[in-house]
């Protein structure tokens, strides 16, 4: 870290406990805005710059939108939320990929955000295959379908697509200026992302303002977003996570994004809100008991949850015999 480098004015958010004693304790902040920016309710620092990460795809997919490019590429809906998601590297997500890059007259190589293990071995606990290297490719990777789109774009006006990525390139040039035109602000950093793809770091607030756009803008590009991300969820994300229960249970009502190291994203399209979570050591399980806690004090979640949600609503922590030895206690009141 550079000498002087600010942090974050982070507060407690979540507890694990063991016995009668606290053990961890994660801290983050938390923003609800409404879809004038106004800052409805906060907990910690809604300020300071965060990466949005995955949370950022819909306005990496936005020019595409803007440009009439799924009419002019013969895209679907389908397309589009494989462009927003983070999958699972499942046969329809690998299928709809192919297809995209079928479309547009690319392959897998063009592709550029490397590869891994597909995220639903993890999400289902289920062994992955041995063979792992011939198994997977780029195709499998959670963000291929934001590349695919990327060189659609580049397709449809011309560009190089081997320079998709460059952070001068004509697409990125023009996403960059999309999320500070779309956030309405003057104040983000880049990075790169995991995938390669440059990322944004952006006010908490200015993220959950996004996603109150995201959630009721009338204005097509946003309006397409909001309908591939609700309608399509299981292509957005996969099969037992998170993202995808959230969106079934708000039955087209909440548009949903994770990102890596902590970061949630939710657009209420009922209430007008954009709700940003941050969990500053990147925790996954702090990130999901936060955010059913978050929703839950809103009042935006039944009180019978489906079990993909039930597991995180202040889960009890249990020893490898299935005795009770603590529990994940959140430390926040938002509402």
Known sequence: MKAGCALAGHVPLLASTRGPLPECVHHGSIVVCDRQG???????????????????????????????????????????????????GEAIHVRTVQGMLDRIGASGSDLQCGCHLPYFYAATGTAPPPDMERAFSALHHNCSGKHAGFLAYCRLHGHRLADYLGPDAPLQVRIRNTVLQFAATEHIEQGV???N?????????????????LATSSRPGPAA???AMTRHPDLVSGTARVDLALSQAGAGDLVVKAGADGVQAIGVRSRGLGIAIRIADGNP????????EVLDQLGLLPAALPPVLALHRRPPLRSLAGQQVGCLQPLFRIA
């Open 285 to 292: 399980r702090a990130r999901h008991v936060v955010t059913i």
């Open 197 to 213: 793809a440059p990322n944004f770091a952006l006010p908490l607030a200015r993220l959950a303002f996004v996603y109150a756009q």
């Open 38 to 88: 106004g800052i409805v309710a906060s907990v910690g620092d809604a300020q300071f710059l965060n990466f949005a990460r995955s949370a950022l795809k819909p306005l990496q997919a936005l020019p595409f939108l803007e440009d009439d490019g799924p009419a002019r590429m013969g895209f679907s809906s389908y397309e589009v939320a494989l462009m927003c998601a983070s999958h699972s």
């Open 193 to 195: 992302d995991g995938c």
């Open 225 to 227: 977003l909001r309908f």
